[in-house]
């Protein structure tokens, strides 16, 4: 399938030297285990992370280490990209085994790295500069929403397990089960002597967050 690469170069306004560039951060390695984006978006990753990096030391320059890393985190990880890359269509553009095929759906990892790929080829074709006003500026949003800082119940629950029993939250993986592309993984967590509370997420991640929420609604540490 003949991708329309032109467009994709219109919609976020950037005419690129070397279109090959944002070819191959477009091609996921199913598509082609030689010429894909994975170094690109291992670049894409760090370029992303010193631009918001930068951005937040700007924008608080008197606030705590600790909860720049945490403003740091949401700003960066693969949910927030995720948005950013359907915000811009990218699906439609992507190369994978799966875009040959009609209505299949591509898988949500496949389109953060993309979306941090895009960063990494911008960067290669255009330099610092470009690529860090193309990020300001798809970032907007979620930077404005930077300004009130969420304590996650994991990091919740560790903070109130330490200052309580001096030990953190030991937690268990239970069961991961469905699809690869859509696992069902639940998790297990417990304070010191206490009983165990369970949660399940799309992630490992999710389901501690959900075990650590229903420990912290059953305890003390709210």
Not at 32 to 53: H, M, P, Q, T, Y
Not at 163 to 174: A, D, E, G, H, S
């Amino acid at each position: 399938m003949k991708k329309n690469f032109e467009l994709l170069q219109k919609k976020i306004k950037i005419k690129f030297k070397d279109p090959n560039l944002l070819k191959i951060a477009l091609t996921h390695k199913s598509f082609n285990s030689i010429n894909n984006n994975e170094k690109i978006e291992f670049l894409g990753d760090r370029v992303l992370g010193l631009v918001i990096a930068k951005k937040l030391l700007e924008i608080y320059p008197n606030e705590k280490e600790g909860i720049l890393d945490k403003k740091f985190a949401s700003l960066v990880n693969k949910k927030t990209c995720l948005l950013i890359a359907s915000n811009l269509g990218i699906e439609k553009f992507i190369l994978t085994l799966k875009s040959t095929k009609k209505k299949s759906k591509i898988e949500d990892k496949v389109l953060s790295d993309a979306c941090e790929a895009i960063i990494g080829a911008i960067y290669l074709d255009k330099g610092f500069n470009v690529v860090e006003k193309f990020i300001l500026n798809l970032w907007k949003n979620e930077l404005d929403k930077s300004v009130i800082t969420k304590i996650d119940a994991k990091t919740k629950l560790q903070e109130y397990s330490l200052r309580f029993f001096k030990k953190l939250p030991i937690y268990k993986l239970i069961s991961n089960i469905g699809p690869r592309h859509q696992p069902i993984i639940k998790v297990s967590v417990k304070l010191y002597n206490g009983k165990s509370y369970y949660g399940e997420g799309k992630s490992k991640k999710d389901a501690e967050q959900n075990a650590a929420s229903l420990c912290l609604n059953n305890s003390n540490a709210r």
